[in-house]
């Protein structure tokens, strides 16, 4: 072997010896430092066991204090392994007669449901499965047991199982506001989660934070009697009270089933709101559905249509358009519209009145008794595309109300460069334009308390432990001058006292309002047979106890809101100013 050979194998031998020294080098530090805590924790997992203890979950209730959702007794059922003495199939056995689904809550259609034998052969398959997983010292077996089940495998006598506190919702209203309300149910790690409206908005904070029972154990994941023991405290949900009044929503509710029923209409919704807290005092669509049992309703019927669903407002945006013109000085009360003695053409579309009548010469305050199309051309074509532009924006349409309820939608407005002369034009009138029914009453209640928009509030007050929290009401800020909302409140009255939906007033109240019907858009075109109708309106009128807005879709006896919407809305007013103690003039 020569010299140089040598000294090449020398230095070879070196450098695998500096590569295998890094390697180990590196993989300290990546045992050490970089996976430390990853490690640590596996480490801890072979020698802890836990346990999760949950909370109760926040409870709500109406305005008076009365629980519209509450809390029902309930235990989640666990095995401990260590303690069972009965082989797992023969526990399994035992038990699935009494875990086992009732057949006719496991699915909506009757074709696909389980017999019971079927559904107790299923369960005591999965119990045996779950008993049988050694690496578990705690086994959670059954969640939500009624008291009544409990008491059954207590009676049984089986060593090693526990039984811990798990309260279930319980709805002593029934099915009372559940589109305010939602539903709890589980998300995909098997927790209890909150879905649509109050329950999904405040989840965090109805669900409090789970207790976690710690134990160390030993090499057969038994429980050390002397080992480190440790038990973080549940901290149970806060719980609400709504501005919701339940006489209200009662009344709302039962009115908006007589009303689908009479008018055959395929769905609908109706709100009440303050105007001057922005307090939702009731809110109803139907079809609805039963919070205790959602999973036998369609997906589709949990969407909340008044904050969810976009429609075109009709000829109850007139108000809005009307108030902004004036308030901007475009138009005076008396201006008389030089554009009212027929069919206006704009491009290629001719504007028509909504019964083909027209009134030449009219006054502002005749356009909205009217609820004249022409009318409303003419106002429109006042605005810039800047000023209509601002005016949307001033009023809260395009952008979430931000109500306190999971599913709100924006109903985003078409980009200000794209408006053209037409889409002004139809705008004007309600049609070309969609908003949701929230936004409207919103609006409505600008008119109502004298020119202020306000944030849509369903909470009042939150209860944490001892402490009651108020939420006051939020003012968004001045739209419009007090004097131009007293001045389209009075075109409100006049168009009750004297429009179409005259027939309706109530005797000894002034009542302000507006109807509107507006053609479905499909298919890019309107379908001339399918309407939504819809009245829109405070009471009384000068000092407003509230703002409503009640919407029908498709009714069939008639297109139009004031034969439809309008008398659902003073059938529920006539019994609100009553219940309100609201003495007639």
């Known amino acids: 072997m020569n010299k140089n050979s040598f000294h090449w194998r020398i230095a070879s031998l070196l450098v695998l010896f500096f590569v295998l020294f890094s390697l180990v080098i590196y993989r300290l530090f990546y045992w050490q ?69 009732d057949p006719t809550k496991e699915a909506t259609d009757p074709a696909q449901r389980k017999t019971k034998a079927e559904l107790i052969e299923s369960e005591e398959l999965s119990l045996e499965e779950k008993l049988g997983w050694e690496e578990l010292v705690w086994i959670i077996l059954k969640h939500k047991l009624s008291p009544e089940v409990r008491e ?30 939602g539903f709890v149910g589980k998300n995909e790690a098997g927790r209890d989660t909150g879905y649509f409206g109050l329950e999904g908005f405040y989840d965090l904070e109805l669900r409090g934070r789970q207790g976690l029972l710690t134990q160390e154990t030993d090499a057969g994941n038994d429980p050390i009697l002397i080992g480190s023991f440790s038990n973080q405290e549940k901290k149970d949900g806060q719980s609400l009270i709504l501005h919701l009044n339940r006489s209200v929503q009662f009344l709302v509710e039962e009115k908006l089933k007589q009303a689908l029923e009479k008018y055959e209409a395929k769905s609908g919704s109706v709100v009440v709101m303050n105007p001057q807290t922005g307090g939702i005092v009731a809110l109803a669509a ?80 005749e356009v909205i008794q009217h609820s004249d199309n022409t009318g409303m051309v003419f106002v429109a074509q ?33 980009p200000k460069k794209d408006w053209s002369q037409v889409d002004l034009a139809t705008a004007a009138f309600g049609q070309g334009i969609a908003v949701t029914a929230i936004q409207m009453v919103r609006a409505g209640a600008v008119i109502a308390n004298g020119g202020q928009l306000v944030e849509p509030q369903v909470v009042k007050e939150i209860i944490s432990g001892e402490e009651r929290i108020g939420i006051q009401p939020r003012p968004v800020g001045r739209v419009i001058k007090p004097a131009t909302a007293q001045i389209v409140k009075e075109m409100m ?44 309106g405070f ?31 003073f059938s529920i007013a006539k019994e609100l100013l009553v219940y309100y103690g609201v003495q007639p003039d």
């Open 382 to 414: 006042k605005f810039s595309r800047d000023q209509f532009w601002q005016f949307l924006e001033d009023f809260g349409f395009g952008e979430k109300t931000g109500i306190d309820l999971q599913g709100e939608i924006a109903s985003s407005l078409r």
């Open 152 to 181: 059954q495998i207590e009676s049984l006598a089986i060593e090693g199982l526990g039984f811990s506190e798990e309260p279930i919702r319980f709805y002593p209203e029934a099915s009372m506001a559940a589109h305010l309300s």
């Open 493 to 536: 009255v006049q168009a009750v006292e004297k429009g179409e939906a005259k027939w309706l007033k109530l005797p000894g109240y002034q009542v302000a309002g507006k109807t509107g019907t507006a053609q479905i858009p499909v298919a890019g075109h309107y379908d001339q047979e399918k309407t939504i109708a819809s009245f829109i």
């Open 33 to 101: 430092v970089l996976a430390s805590e990853e490690l640590s924790e596996l480490a801890k997992n072979q020698y802890y066991s836990q346990i999760e203890i949950p909370p109760s979950r926040g409870e709500i209730f109406a305005s008076d204090s009365f629980p519209l959702v509450i809390n029902k007794e309930a235990y989640l059922l666990y095995a401990s392994r260590p303690q069972l003495k009965k082989p797992p199939a023969e526990i399994a056995k035992e038990l699935a007669p009494l875990l086992a689904p």
């Open 286 to 365: 139907e079809p609805s559905f039963s919070q205790e049992t959602y999973f036998q309703f369609e997906k589709e019927v949990f969407k909340n249509p008044v904050i969810s669903d976009a429609y075109e407002p009709g000829s109850t945006f007139k108000i809005f358009v009307m108030a902004a013109a004036l308030d901007r000085g475009l138009v005076e009360p008396e201006t008389k519209c030089d554009l009212c003695s027929g069919p206006i053409k704009i491009d290629k579309y001719t504007i028509r009145t909504w019964n083909d009548e027209y009134h030449p010469d009219s006054t502002m305050r």
């Open 539 to 569: 009471a009384p009128a000068d000092e407003p106890r509230f703002v409503m807005l009640v919407k029908l879709r498709e009714p069939q006896s008639s297109p139009w809101g004031s034969e439809t919407a309008a008398p659902l809305f």
